[in-house]
């Protein structure tokens, strides 16, 4: 099986398409590299080094035979993706090449604008090439579970049963998202259901709970093979997030009372997922959706977690809350569609903790405090993070 | 009440302004002329001739005594966009200004993508430039009942009360739009949504059915205050083109069975509807929804009413569908909130055809009967119009 990686150079491109490679797939990686430029942009880091793409694919080779292609280029660009969907022919995309921060797309209009004319004009790319070059090819879309919003009845996985005065239809779940970037999300779901529909395409869209971990078996061979740890209050997610801040004995910020509840999963969880999802692929024209998620839990709770299993000197501080959103909601998420294709999942627990304040206490000289402290403010139009310069 | 249109030279934003200036609204248009470019790009032209927005705009003063201003520039200017709602301070937004033809956005993916951009970026520099400028503008959005598709259940308006496994809340209204056009209004009114609910914005989304008809009592008054009249296979809307083909003794062409059912409504309505919006505005925070048309007619339907209206001289001729669509389905909408507020409809009827056809009698030696014939089809990715080169 052909596997094209888009955004394979990320947070989760990296050890899916490791994952993938182990699996058997023959996978090619495809990257722009602009996440890393957003690190420049923003004076952050990854906590945990790491190499670039180039270096990465080298070690993997070394270290167990198996090559992986590269395709450097940006998906918005049609020419660049045309010809690499032409030279590569996957059975498979996994799309993971879109602006991926909420906060980000908030710091103020031009960044609203560039991650939805982005992620909507990579997505409509990779549509009409796969269109034009293979209709068989099954794109499996990274979405995210904030697309639903917090309505208060349970959430399906995409379509939802609606009985109406006195007549029935199986229709899209009613999404409220919460920020420019789930928006843009909610845009390529619509795009691609449509394209499914009239073009006959194939496609699997994931709404992925909040991803929590750094390593994989694949990642852990080698430090070379590491992927990011963001931790930063931009690109960093939750839970990393309080990990890092535990083991820096700083307070664990909670935004709110958190009640919000979110759902997660283990990042060993996401690449096994996608290799379910590609082996197991929709039938021509369907848009299936997947909600990829194994727990919930709230944001008091998730740092809980990490406080007792950090033991005595964990405390949690209550910030005001940055989001605009609930602060308590009904929350009960249908996920069963991955369970069903095999997924036996990770769930949170002490010992993948264990490992996680390990690996942050052995970069914690690489972390920047002033980094973790939340500078936008989704009630404010234009954000400046503090202590640096406007952007120009 | 100062009233600022957007897309105030076109087909509809055009009569609009001159509903809203004789209603003793204070009036600013604002138009990039691209609408006008898109006829050099499609080699068609309205039927009857449209002076320039100077021309027009002088003739109005001149009859009526009452002053129109003017922004020339493109909305998805940001700069462009600020200067002028900071200049003029309106206390409503009517927004036409978008890429409005479904058809137009099937060419090629060039033309998809930028519908989609053009669209979106123009919505969401407007719905910043409210926000930093005066939170309490009111933004009144076209959309298009295409957005809903065709559910197999009753279409209500914007928002749709859900039992589900024993809870229940109050959702938007889930959409199946038809074309990347429709889609573009779709991720419009998310991003719309969205900021009323973060930042407090205030919204009404008119989700208009088909416009007929080419004059109202504004137009009238001068040949030189004419609106468009678009019989294109492009940008011509159903019951207006079949007016020509009538004129032209031409069959009137119904795409695969004409089952298909269609939200109509008289231009005389659509710029009442937009008074009656900009008059009544929401609450703060308000997104509210309004199915802008007056009653449903299949396209079999409206063709046989043309034809008969004609008379003797006038047949229907069946074309292979273009587009991808139900052929028949359930069409049940609520449209009552802009009765609720005092639309007294122009049902269609025998007297508003004879008027029709009496303007497209006088200008049918404009007619080219080749515009007529539909050249995009939804299946492809790419069409090329019949006898013409290949846009660069």
């Known amino acids: 099986m052909r596997t094209l990686v888009l955004g394979g150079d990320g947070y989760l491109g990296w050890p899916t398409a490791l994952h993938l490679s182990e699996a058997g797939h023959d996978v090619a990686i495809a990257d722009s590299f602009v996440r890393r430029q957003y690190d420049h942009e923003l004076g952050v880091e990854s906590l945990v080094p790491v190499e670039p793409l180039h270096t990465r694919v080298g070690v993997w080779k070394e270290l167990t035979g198996r090559q992986l292609s590269m395709f450097r280029g940006d998906i918005t660009d049609a020419e660049f993706t045309y010809e690499m969907i032409r030279g590569f022919r996957p059975d498979t995309i996994v799309h993971f090449a879109e602006q991926r921060a909420a906060p980000y797309s908030h710091i103020d209009r031009q960044h609203a604008v560039y991650t939805q004319v982005n992620n909507l004009v990579g997505t409509l790319n990779i549509l009409f090439a796969m269109a034009d ?28 049963e609606i009985e109406h005065k006195g007549r029935k239809d199986v229709l899209p779940y009613p999404k409220q998202p919460g920020s420019f970037y789930h928006l843009s999300k909610v845009h390529d779901s619509h795009n691609i259901m449509f394209t499914c529909r009239a073009w006959g395409l194939r496609a699997t869209d994931l709404n992925q709970g909040i991803v929590y971990g750094q390593q994989t078996p694949q990642t852990a061979l080698d430090p070379r093979l590491a992927t990011r740890f963001d931790y930063d209050a931009v690109f960093g997610t939750v839970l990393n997030r309080f990990v890092v801040q535990a083991v820096l004995a700083h307070p664990l910020t909670v935004y709110g009372s958190g009640g919000q509840t979110r759902g997660l999963i283990d990042i060993r969880d996401t690449a096994e997922c996608i290799l379910l999802a590609a082996e197991n692929p929709p039938e021509p024209c369907e848009f299936r959706v997947f909600n990829q998620m194994t727990e919930s839990l709230s944001v008091a709770e998730i740092a809980k977690t990490v406080a007792e299993a950090r033991g005595e000197s964990a405390r949690i501080e209550y910030l005001d809350p940055p989001r605009v959103e609930a602060d308590t909601h009904h929350y009960n998420v249908a996920h069963s569609r991955l369970i069903d294709l095999g997924l036996e999942p990770h769930l949170l627990s002490e010992t993948l903790l264990t490992s996680l304040f390990a690996i942050a206490e052995a970069h914690k000289d690489r972390a920047d405090p002033e980094a973790i402290r939340p500078w936008i403010d989704w009630r404010r139009t234009t954000n400046r993070p503090p202590l640096t310069s406007p952007s120009p």
């Open 133 to 160: 070059i293979d209709p068989a090819i099954h794109l499996v879309k990274l979405g995210t579970m904030g697309e639903y919003g917090t309505p208060n009845i349970d959430i399906e996985e995409g379509w939802i």
